[in-house]
């Protein structure tokens, strides 16, 4: 099996296990990835995520040059499933394997080891990001005369200052975890063998919260980020004032008074 899915309380983990391939996205861990997804979407049980590599010193090697590449350039017809449906999806495919409204939960991206094009941009759609020390990202693209096309244009010039994003893009190099730290990619750096470790406590702490409150918080981010103000405060009065009103706030508040902590029914 090429991805590990599991499901621990109220927490997804969500792992690449490609370990010949160094986890390079083929079409069928992408068709298994975009499953996961929906699967997560559908279980009001679980309300953080992460996303990790099942490999000691790679995260993700980038689109697998044998497989997606050649199906989604049309070099060969598509023959299973997967490669269907990956022709079917074609310039999309980053979507599918994860990008703002694909996942309805906060995803927390546990980074180690080489982190490379379509894993860069792969991450890129996560809502938080821990690395390791030892963790490098690179887009190399560029330096192999064409052009990336699965979000990092979009993202690293928006999430980063525009000339740190095109920095990235242009130079094709390699950029060490804490470089990226400094430059507000990533929310923490730790050692290696506290990784999964941190990101477990991160999604704990989030999923302790109010899940309606935390979904609602991820998707004002994602609905408002490119709004105006006047339009961006509309949309939070939107989708926040329900949460006012539902029944997880009345546990909140209840359990706050009664100096307990809240057992949140996830509903409105």
Not at 4 to 27: C, M, S, T, W, Y
Not at 133 to 152: C, K, N, V, Y
Not at 181 to 198: D, I, K
Not at 214 to 238: H, N, P, Q, V
Request: with cysteine; hydrophobic share 40%.
């Amino acid at each position: 099996m090429a991805l590990d899915f599991v499901k621990e309380g109220h927490i997804a983990k969500v792992g690449l296990n490609r370990p010949q391939e160094k986890n390079a996205l083929d079409p069928d861990i992408l068709l298994d990835l975009h499953r996961a997804w929906l699967d997560i979407n559908a279980d009001d049980t679980i309300r953080a995520v992460i996303l990790y590599s099942c490999l000691p010193d790679i995260f993700c090697s980038g689109m697998d040059l044998k497989t997606a590449i050649p199906v989604l350039t049309r070099a060969r017809e598509p023959e299973t499933e997967s490669e269907r449906w990956l022709v079917q999806v074609g310039p999309h495919v980053g979507e599918a394997m994860l990008k703002p409204n694909i996942v309805n939960k906060p995803v927390i991206a546990a980074i180690n080891g080489y982190c490379l094009t379509g894993g860069f941009e792969m991450i890129m759609g996560a809502d938080l990001r821990i690395a390791s020390e030892d963790a490098l990202f690179q887009m190399r693209e560029a330096s192999l005369g064409i052009m990336p096309t699965g979000g990092s244009n979009v993202y690293l010039t928006r999430m980063l200052t525009p000339c740190r994003g095109l920095e990235i893009l242009l130079t094709a190099d390699n950029y060490p975890a804490r470089t990226l730290l400094e430059w507000g990619f990533l929310n923490r750096v730790v050692p290696r063998q506290e990784l999964m470790a941190a990101a477990t406590a991160l999604a704990e702490r989030i999923a302790a919260n109010g899940p309606l409150a935390t979904r609602g918080i991820i998707r004002c981010w994602r609905e408002s980020r490119d709004m105006s103000y006047k339009d961006a405060f509309a949309k939070e009065l939107e989708i926040g004032i329900p949460i006012f009103g539902s029944q997880d706030a009345r546990e909140g508040i209840k359990a706050q008074r009664e100096k307990r902590k809240p057992n949140f029914p996830g509903k409105y």
